[in-house]
């Protein structure tokens, strides 16, 4: 699309950002939509991050995303902070308004959640326990989105044990910590089984589980989509469970953003999936 003066700019801002899919995502729905906008790659050093947040904020941009390593640096530039940013102590976007102050908000939560209820419709978050595999960021942002759809207990394993205890002591959520060496018999009666590390994905170890206790009414979800069915999702889906990809997660995360650069709450569908797995 051509620009005018009137452009509305965003970008996604990391170190490094070159492998980001976020550009194609949402130059995607400025193209659908016929925004007058668009989105640009940002690769940003970590100690020049702030300088490069206020000079956005001088030349007009609307807001970005924030990649590793910045989103706890995004957090605490910002003038005014979600409730669920704060809860998971970091910011994935910026909105910068027009009164100069700097919003952030933090959406992976969102995106996690709402990739497992359009993906598995017939899934109920109330219908018994979830195992959540790892203890990272990402997993904090999934634990709290799963305590708060209702998840009536969540089975947290880890392979360092601690950082479960300490993630799970942070949170107040129905956490209770499995040993790693247990995680398979935490699987029984469960009704999700989510993927929170980088185990299956491209380039790394494969996950090792045996899904034997898993019930075939269980839902096995994993936040990886490279690739995009892992050893976990095709061991899940032989086993008989329903599967969902994580390629969701990322683009259902990026529709708040959108909506408030841009004014439009861009839909998630399956041309979009084929759009942004092309690259």
Not at 4 to 24: D, E, L, M, N
Not at 151 to 156: C, D, F
């Amino acid at each position: 699309m051509i620009l005018s003066g009137k452009a509305k700019i965003a970008g996604v801002i990391g170190w490094p950002v070159g492998h980001s899919k976020s550009p194609r995502l949402h130059g995607y729905w400025l193209e659908k939509y016929q925004v007058d906008g668009t989105y640009i790659p940002l690769p940003v050093e970590p100690d020049h991050f702030a300088k490069a947040i206020h000079g956005m904020q001088a030349m007009g941009f609307k807001g970005a995303n924030v990649t590793v390593p910045h989103k706890e640096t995004a957090l605490k530039i910002a003038d005014e902070v979600s409730a669920r940013a704060k809860k998971i102590g970091a910011a994935n976007t910026l909105v910068f308004k027009e009164d100069g102050t700097i919003f952030a908000d933090n959406t992976d939560g969102y995106g996690f959640y709402q990739n497992l209820i359009c993906g598995a419709p017939d899934w109920q978050a109330d219908a018994g326990p979830a195992v959540v595999l790892g203890a990272g960021g990402a997993a904090r942002a999934v634990l709290i989105a799963l305590a708060e759809a209702g998840v009536p207990e969540i089975r947290l394993t880890n392979r360092t044990k601690e950082r479960a205890d300490n993630l799970a002591a942070e949170l107040e959520a129905p956490i209770t910590v499995v040993d790693w060496h247990e995680r398979e018999q935490a699987l029984c009666g469960a009704n999700l089984l989510t993927n929170t590390t980088t185990l299956g994905m491209s380039g790394q170890a494969l996950l090792e589980i045996d899904l034997f206790d898993l019930p075939k009414t269980a839902l096995v979800n994993d936040i990886v989509y490279a690739p995009l069915m892992t050893n976990l999702l095709e061991k899940a889906h032989v086993h008989g469970c329903s599967v969902v990809d994580g390629l969701g997660m990322l683009l259902h995360q990026a529709r708040p953003g959108f909506e408030a650069w841009f004014g439009v709450d861009p839909v998630v569908d399956e041309a979009l999936r084929q759009f942004v797995l092309e690259n």
